[in-house]
């Protein structure tokens, strides 16, 4: 075993990946029409998510403190830092080419980044500061959020009155919180996994399982699983269109239409028919882009009005 890695911290990773791929699941069932569309957005699924980041970024904290806990090894810092800022990086122009509206300016991969920064000098402190700090941020935000904070270039600090179209959003405050008290943890747990690490050099049969191997490549199966389930999805969206329930869609349409001053049997049958054009021509598969979306729907509406449909 190697002198920075701890086999049970591993295992926790790999419950973490397995949470965050389920509940991607969730949502991009919900993005193709396969499940409701509010799910994503339901408490329990939300509490979920919340969770799994929690979970991740506490893990990052403790991971950082027994990576270090002999000295500071800098070097193997700084390439953790950059292959996370890398991955970073990637996330967001992934995510700015499949949704420029709502794309990831600071999620968790951002967080854990940066937050490692804020972390770094506490690994020489005393636990007790690094709670202290964790704490500061988990709650700092409902003392000093204030609309100062609301410019699109300072809301990744997390004290913004309003909160971005984003379709992963975890600023430092409170989201640092989370990986501080995991430096907190770590430090706490030193002296235990000093004792383990001595008596036990090699992982024994029943720490080489599946979970500490998700753990271990956590950051890649991150960076993939998400474009692959978009990708099976979005074929299968293609294939088997999910099915639609268009009387919501209509009532909407003929509500704008109306207000637009259209007459009602006219605004009626419009929306009717491009309701219809739009199932039968699969015009929405595989688009994730909103206002793609409104682009073709009004296509479909201008055709069906010249029509007399």
Not at 6 to 17: C, E, F, P, S
Not at 161 to 184: C, H, K
Request: with cysteine.
């Amino acid at each position: 075993m190697s002198q920075g890695r701890w086999w049970a911290l591993d295992a926790a990773r790999g419950i973490a990946v397995l949470a965050m791929v389920v509940f991607h699941v969730i949502w991009d069932l919900a993005h193709f029409g396969y499940a409701p569309a509010n799910l994503p957005w339901s408490a329990p699924v939300r509490i979920f998510g919340h969770s799994i980041a929690f979970a991740f970024l506490f893990i990052a904290g403790v991971a950082l403190v027994l990576a270090n806990r002999d000295s500071m090894r800098w070097p193997a810092f700084w390439r953790r830092f950059a292959l996370i800022g890398a991955a970073a990086a990637l996330v967001t122009a992934g995510t700015y080419a499949l949704f420029p509206n709502a794309f990831v300016f600071f999620g968790i991969l951002h967080c854990i980044a940066v937050a490692s920064l804020i972390a770094a000098p506490l690994l020489f402190a005393p636990w007790s500061v690094a709670f202290a700090c964790g704490a500061f941020f988990l709650l700092g935000g409902a003392f000093f959020a204030s609309s100062a904070f609301n410019a699109d270039w300072l809301q990744w600090i997390g004290l913004s009155t309003s909160e971005p179209m984003t379709q992963d959003w975890r600023p430092l405050f409170p989201w640092a919180g989370a990986l501080l008290l995991g430096v907190a943890a770590g430090k706490l747990a030193l002296p235990v996994y000093g004792k383990r690490a001595g008596a036990n050099p090699r992982p024994t049969s029943g720490e080489r399982t599946w979970l500490p191997f998700l753990g271990r490549h956590s950051l890649l199966i991150y960076l993939a699983h998400q474009p692959a389930l978009f990708a099976l999805l979005m074929g299968l969206a293609y294939l088997i269109p999910p099915a639609v329930d268009a009387t919501e869609f209509v009532a909407s349409c003929e509500a704008r239409c109306m207000e637009d001053g259209g007459e009602g049997k006219i605004c009626h049958d419009a929306c009717q028919c491009t309701a219809r054009e739009t199932i039968r021509s699969k015009a929405l598969a595989g688009v994730t882009d909103e206002i793609e979306r409104r682009r073709r729907l009004n296509e479909i509406a201008q055709k069906c009005v010249a029509n007399g449909r």
